[in-house]
């Protein structure tokens, strides 16, 4: 039986975080003067997007989302897709097209939020945004993934100029990180006062494990095991190493994707090599306490979650230069960035992590530092921000 897409979010929001300053929002497409909303008022969003049940970064921010927002924020996520089979998809799908005609119609006014990523996920989106736009509500379009910048390049320049055209007519399009925001405003021609930056959000708290004096350094892996994630380049440069670094050295990749493949190619490893499918959050965290560096080489991003919640844990990262990490990770800092596809950089820094402990250790503290500017909070702060400040003078509603 398809679940039902429609689903309430909790309307409470924990203490916010005072030390952390959100990024300006930019003013609606009006430019009418921005409105402070009294804590009595409320703002009624509904959000669109994978379902909550999906696994990804998308689903763990729109998750954050549903859980943190202040009060004077209600939000209701309708789910556009779930992990299920084609045909169901496509129901869920069509429902969600329905519900949104459904809200269009009312007199029930609100903000719809929808969260994007490329290929069919961006056509899908764009069918619900350009309803939106036609009915004169507020829309915010959330952009996700590492991949829309070749998807956009790729499409028929007739099926490109339709994408683009809905970008600019949405209120807000939200960016990932600064190079983010430079490609919707230069390729996409979003007029620049309506596209703000704001990198996805972690959970912070200042606990750490303590990983001074561990005889082994474990790297871990998580996400989807693919080329473009370089997950053959991490075993491979796993390979590569000197036999007394291998040595000292252990390897988790936890995720979905080409398991099998990526088993197959450590299999000369043993023990030393553990190729897991995807976990839960409390396995997650789990292994995140249990290792000592982060490890990414993808080829392309967004700002990567699993990036977020490892240096939230404590640990220094090994990642590439690409999408939105440069404005989360600083070479030599919170970590070392190689380029993708380098085996050789790779196992060179891998290497390094290894042979210096110091510098590892500082490093990772240093990047749980870093991580408290994405907390949750100061997040929800931000978002219910933008929200005040394109949402029209009805759609502020009397709490009850």
């Given at each position: 039986?398809?679940?039902?897409?429609?689903?309430?979010?909790?309307?409470?929001?924990p203490?916010?975080?005072p030390t952390?300053?959100?990024p300006a929002?930019?003013?609606?497409?009006?430019?009418?003067?921005?409105?402070v909303v009294?804590?009595?008022?409320?703002i009624k969003?509904?959000?669109?997007g994978?379902?909550l049940?999906?696994r990804g970064?998308?689903?763990?921010?729109?998750?954050?989302?549903?859980?943190?927002?202040?009060?004077?924020?209600?939000?209701r996520?309708?789910a556009t897709?779930d992990q299920?089979s084609?045909?169901?998809?496509?129901?869920?799908?069509?429902?969600?097209?329905?519900?949104?005609s459904r809200i269009?119609?009312?007199?029930?006014?609100?903000i719809?939020?929808?969260?994007?990523?490329s290929?069919?996920s961006?056509?899908?989106?764009m069918?619900?945004?350009?309803?939106?736009?036609?009915?004169?509500?507020p829309?915010?379009?959330?952009?996700?993934?590492?991949?829309f910048?070749?998807?956009h390049?790729?499409l028929?320049?007739v099926?490109?100029?339709?994408v683009?055209g809905i970008?600019q007519?949405?209120?807000?399009?939200?960016?990932?990180?600064?190079r983010?925001?430079?490609?919707?405003?230069?390729?996409?021609?979003?007029?620049?006062s309506?596209?703000?930056?704001?990198?996805?959000?972690?959970r912070?708290?200042p606990?750490l494990p303590?990983?001074?004096g561990?005889?082994t350094?474990?790297f871990?892996f998580l996400?989807?095991m693919?080329?473009k994630?370089?997950?053959?380049?991490l075993v491979?440069?796993?390979?590569?190493?000197?036999d007394?670094?291998r040595a000292?050295?252990?390897?988790?990749?936890?995720?979905?994707g080409?398991?099998e493949?990526?088993?197959k190619?450590?299999?000369?490893?043993?023990e030393?090599?553990?190729?897991?499918?995807w976990?839960?959050s409390?396995e997650?965290?789990?292994l995140l306490?249990?290792?000592?560096?982060f490890v990414?080489?993808?080829y392309?991003?967004g700002?990567?979650m699993?990036?977020?919640e490892?240096?939230?844990?404590?640990?220094?990262?090994i990642?590439?230069?690409v999408?939105g990490?440069?404005?989360v990770?600083?070479h030599g800092v919170?970590?070392?960035?190689?380029?993708?596809?380098h085996?050789?950089?790779?196992c060179?820094?891998?290497?390094?992590?290894?042979?210096?402990?110091?510098?590892?250790?500082?490093?990772?503290?240093?990047?749980h530092?870093r991580?408290?500017s994405?907390?949750?909070h100061a997040?929800?702060?931000?978002?219910?921000?933008i929200?005040?400040r394109i949402a029209?003078v009805?759609d502020?509603?009397e709490?009850?």
């Amino acid at each position: 039986m398809t679940p039902d897409p429609v689903s309430l979010a909790r309307d409470s929001a924990p203490p916010l975080v005072p030390t952390v300053q959100p990024p300006a929002a930019p003013t609606p497409a009006a430019q009418a003067p921005v409105r402070v909303v009294a804590p009595t008022r409320r703002i009624k969003v509904v959000q669109f997007g994978p379902s909550l049940d999906v696994r990804g970064g998308i689903t763990t921010v729109e998750q954050h989302i549903c859980d943190y927002l202040a009060p004077y924020v209600s939000i209701r996520h309708v789910a556009t897709m779930d992990q299920g089979s084609k045909f169901g998809r496509a129901i869920m799908y069509a429902r969600a097209v329905r519900e949104l005609s459904r809200i269009l119609a009312s007199i029930d006014p609100c903000i719809v939020h929808i969260h994007f990523a490329s290929r069919g996920s961006t056509l899908r989106k764009m069918i619900l945004a350009d309803m939106v736009t036609r009915a004169g509500r507020p829309l915010v379009l959330h952009a996700h993934g590492g991949y829309f910048e070749q998807f956009h390049r790729r499409l028929p320049g007739v099926l490109r100029r339709t994408v683009d055209g809905i970008l600019q007519r949405a209120n807000l399009v939200i960016a990932l990180s600064s190079r983010w925001r430079d490609f919707y405003v230069n390729e996409c021609e979003v007029s620049p006062s309506h596209v703000t930056v704001l990198p996805n959000p972690v959970r912070w708290t200042p606990d750490l494990p303590n990983r001074a004096g561990r005889t082994t350094v474990q790297f871990l892996f998580l996400g989807r095991m693919c080329q473009k994630k370089g997950a053959y380049d991490l075993v491979n440069a796993f390979a590569a190493l000197p036999d007394a670094v291998r040595a000292r050295a252990r390897l988790t990749l936890a995720g979905d994707g080409d398991l099998e493949a990526i088993r197959k190619l450590a299999e000369p490893f043993g023990e030393q090599v553990r190729v897991l499918s995807w976990v839960d959050s409390s396995e997650r965290e789990r292994l995140l306490a249990q290792s000592d560096v982060f490890v990414l080489p993808s080829y392309h991003e967004g700002v990567p979650m699993a990036l977020l919640e490892a240096m939230a844990s404590g640990l220094p990262a090994i990642v590439t230069p690409v999408g939105g990490i440069p404005d989360v990770l600083r070479h030599g800092v919170e970590g070392l960035m190689v380029e993708p596809a380098h085996v050789t950089e790779l196992c060179a820094a891998m290497t390094r992590m290894v042979n210096h402990d110091g510098e590892r250790i500082a490093s990772g503290r240093r990047a749980h530092e870093r991580a408290r500017s994405f907390d949750v909070h100061a997040y929800a702060r931000s978002l219910a921000e933008i929200y005040q400040r394109i949402a029209p003078v009805s759609d502020y509603r009397e709490l009850p």
